[in-house]
């Protein structure tokens, strides 16, 4: 039991016990306070240059500094994180014990371990190591990873540049998959496997696609039909709780690999993408549980909070890929969306605003979808053999 040296604890009135929380949480908070606040080491983006080496070097001492930070907390907090879910109903505790220590230095591990064999040129065996760690012991692991749950009043964005034709809904959801040649690496997408990607916000969609001229910007509205959930490699956005706090600082070593800035985007490999991607193959293999991956915006201005949904994308996994033709229809019927909207001139002078004497645009002012545009979505779908 914690000792309380000022009042024994089983007379203490439920504000007292409160109050002793709160100053026995302090260390716990500040570390949470570290994450999130801009400017520290520990927070998001990070962004890397030639000084601090390639990618794997700059990511282990990132990692082992954070490791070093966390064991700086003092017993008592270790104590009262590993008491975390101690209040779990019988039938929802896992087989395995929970070790805040033992579990930060396991996730740790598991990132670098998984990194040196991308590094050697075995992608298949990083990938069994990161899936059996995640799997083993009734998917201890995979349960403790934050969780995001996205329910049918969550708007979500998507844009579309150049030509194309506007009543087509394939044309604005994911690349077809006759069309799998196209789809090129990025951060959760493997070549040729097309994922669907959303943007938590127009803004946010918009910083995605590297800030695309507005006028005549073509853009729709998504939606689910019936909630959904997502691996959230993001922070959270509402008051985080004791467990939520185990989860995340266990588990950041993961979020800080799959957040790190790509420091040559012009480069076709980029040693950045190596964890998010087998983050989607692993995913992708429990579609039964989880619709995808949430994760944090790299494009975002810093002003932007990073504990707003509005500052998230969700990389969405399409299944039925062994297609000749069209889109994942399956996918198509538990959404809805929007008929595309363009945006006009008159639409960008009505959102110039101007303070403090610089103009800019409010994105509030430029979306135009409401609860009402949503209908569901047609698009085709032609079966290849079973393979």
């Not at 716990?28 to 520290?40: A, D, V």
């Not at 896992?94 to 992608?123: E, G, H, M, T, W």
């Not at 033709?325 to 959102?351: F, N």
């Amino acid at each position: 039991m914690l000792s309380i040296k000022q009042k024994n604890y089983l007379v203490m009135t439920d504000e007292e016990k409160e109050a002793e929380l709160e100053k026995l949480l302090i260390p716990i908070k500040n570390l949470y306070s570290e994450i999130i606040t801009r400017g520290n080491k520990f927070c998001y983006p990070f962004i890397y240059t030639d000084a601090d080496g390639d990618y794997l070097s700059y990511i282990t001492q990132l990692i082992e500094a954070f490791v070093e930070r966390v064991k700086e907390l003092d017993e008592t907090s270790v104590l009262l994180l590993n008491k975390a879910f101690e209040k779990l109903p019988e039938d929802k505790k896992p087989k395995k014990n929970f070790d805040f220590i033992r579990d930060l230095d396991a996730l740790s591990q598991l990132v670098l371990d998984v990194l040196k064999d991308c590094y050697k040129c075995y992608p298949d065996d990083a990938f069994q190591k990161l899936k059996t760690f995640f799997e083993a012991d009734d998917y201890f692991y995979l349960k403790m990873l934050p969780q995001l749950s996205i329910d049918n009043q969550c708007k979500l964005y998507r844009i579309r540049t150049g030509s194309f034709d506007k009543t087509n809904d394939g044309d604005i959801f994911h690349i077809p998959f006759d069309k799998r040649h196209l789809v090129t690496t990025q951060r959760y997408s493997i070549p040729g496997y097309p994922v669907l990607y959303l943007a938590g916000s127009l803004f946010t969609a918009w910083c995605e696609m590297d800030k695309p001229e507005l006028d005549g910007m073509n853009y729709a509205g998504f939606r689910f039909k019936d909630s959904v959930f997502f691996i959230d490699l993001g922070y959270p956005y509402h008051s985080a709780t004791i467990w939520e706090w185990y989860s995340l600082f266990v588990m950041y070593p993961l979020l800080m690999s799959c957040m790190v800035r790509v420091k040559n985007p012009s480069a076709p490999f980029k040693p950045e993408y190596q964890i998010p991607q087998l983050m989607t193959m692993l995913i992708r293999e429990h579609g039964q549980r989880f619709s995808g991956i949430a994760y944090m915006s790299n494009k975002l201005p810093e002003s932007c909070p990073i504990d707003s949904f509005t500052s998230r994308n969700l990389a969405v996994c399409t299944y039925n890929c062994i297609c000749m033709k069209g889109h994942d229809k399956d996918l198509a019927s538990r959404m809805q969306m929007t008929d595309v909207k363009t945006i006009t001139r008159e639409q960008l002078r009505q959102s110039i605003v101007y303070k403090k004497g610089n103009y800019s645009i409010d994105f509030k002012q430029l979306n135009v979808i409401d609860d009402i545009s949503f209908r569901d979505i047609d698009v085709k779908m032609e079966v290849g053999e079973e393979i």
